[in-house]
């Protein structure tokens, strides 16, 4: 399976990102997705993940109430919807997938990554 994720860019603090992961090679419905970041110096951390039935999703605390994770598998693709964005929100984020995955909150849940886009959010 490939994944290719795209979507980033610069905005200013408040601002808004929607992240798309375009899933092919195998059908999305298999597939628990998952977004994780990597901010300069820092390792690769879990951010947000979706059940392959898409009826369970599980974020980290520092963006709750902010980003919201969603999957059309009609489209293949997963989405990540960044709201109120924060200078400490900058990163690359990579999407990632799991075969059956259901509530994958670590990178070695992850068989699956995508290339990554950068997110830089401006203060």
């Known amino acids: 399976v490939q994944l290719q994720a795209f979507g980033g860019g610069l905005v200013q603090t408040g601002g808004c990102l929607r992240l798309?992961?375009?899933?092919?090679?195998?059908?999305?419905?298999?597939?628990?997705m998952g977004w994780l970041r990597q901010a300069p110096g820092n390792g690769r951390e879990f951010v947000a993940t979706i059940a392959w039935s898409g009826t369970y999703t599980h974020y980290t605390d520092p963006v709750k109430g902010r980003f919201t994770i969603s999957r059309d598998n009609a489209e293949n693709t997963v989405y990540l919807q960044m709201n109120n964005l924060k200078p400490e929100d900058t990163a690359i984020f990579y999407c990632?997938?799991?075969?059956?995955?259901?509530?994958?909150?670590?990178?070695?849940?992850?068989?699956?990554w995508g290339q990554g886009t950068v997110v830089t959010v401006s203060s």
């Open positions: 798309s992961c375009a899933v092919s090679g195998r059908a999305l419905h298999t597939y628990g």
């Open positions: 990632a997938a799991q075969l059956w995955g259901y509530a994958a909150t670590s990178r070695d849940d992850y068989e699956y």
